[in-house]
């Protein structure tokens, strides 16, 4: 099993939609865990942290299920402007998912 | 603020040659990381250095990558020799603080084409 594997996409929704990604990662013990946004030729940067509680940032929400081993984002009201690569990361610096491609469609 | 610089942004070579990717890391950062990012295998980890020490070059491709930090504010990446397999976009990234906590800062990374 690959350290982490994120669904590939992409995930083509309307403007004003829910949509949800996960990230399933083996390592048990990984302690730190992040999704990062990167456009089209551009370099990752930091979405948000992911907390053992489950955080949220606006109409980003992030969540963490150790039992099962997955990290989940969901974005809420998708903009255009949400189109993106989301990576997560599950043992910075370590181990990047390859990412999940989302377009946002007028 | 400036953020961590790379250069060249581009690059294009012969197989053969060599390739030597320069990062100016965010001042204050004591974290420098090099990636590499291709559409088969995503962003992948080839060496990080804290205070300019290498600490885990596990990453490394091969013999003929090299990276070094001479000092705070300037790590290199060579490739000798180049083969077209290393086109890909090279990253550099620091951080100040904890490893695995904070964010990680990226440079606009290096294209590089080797044909």
């Known amino acids: 099993r690959k350290e982490v594997e994120q669904d590939p996409g992409p995930f083509n929704v309307p403007e004003g939609a829910t949509v949800a990604f996960n990230c399933t990662y083996s390592?048990?013990?990984?302690?730190?865990f992040f999704w990062y946004r990167q456009d089209c030729r551009k370099e990752p940067k930091l979405l948000m942290s992911v907390y053992s509680s489950g955080n949220e940032d606006g109409r980003f929400t992030a969540q963490l299920n150790r039992a099962s081993q997955y990290i989940s984002l969901l974005i809420r009201d998708s903009k255009l402007s949400d189109s993106a690569t989301y990576l997560c990361v599950v043992k910075q610096p370590l181990v990047f998912g390859k990412g999940t491609r989302l377009s946002v469609i007028a | 603020d400036a953020g961590v610089i790379q250069s060249p942004r581009h690059e294009v070579t012969e197989m053969g040659q060599e390739v030597t990717l320069r990062c100016k890391p965010i001042s204050g950062h004591d974290y420098l990381f090099w990636y590499r990012q291709t559409m088969m295998r995503g962003l992948e980890l080839l060496i990080y250095?804290?205070?300019?020490?290498?600490?885990?070059d596990s990453g490394m491709p091969e013999d003929r990558f090299s990276a070094k930090m001479p000092n705070a504010s300037f790590s290199t990446l060579k490739i000798q020799p180049s083969e077209p397999r290393d086109s890909a976009v090279y990253f550099c990234a620091s951080k100040g603080g904890l490893l695995d906590t904070g964010e990680l800062f990226f440079g606009e990374g290096s294209r590089l084409t080797v044909l």
């Open positions: 390592n048990s013990a990984s302690q730190s």
């Open positions: 250095f804290n205070n300019n020490v290498p600490i885990d």
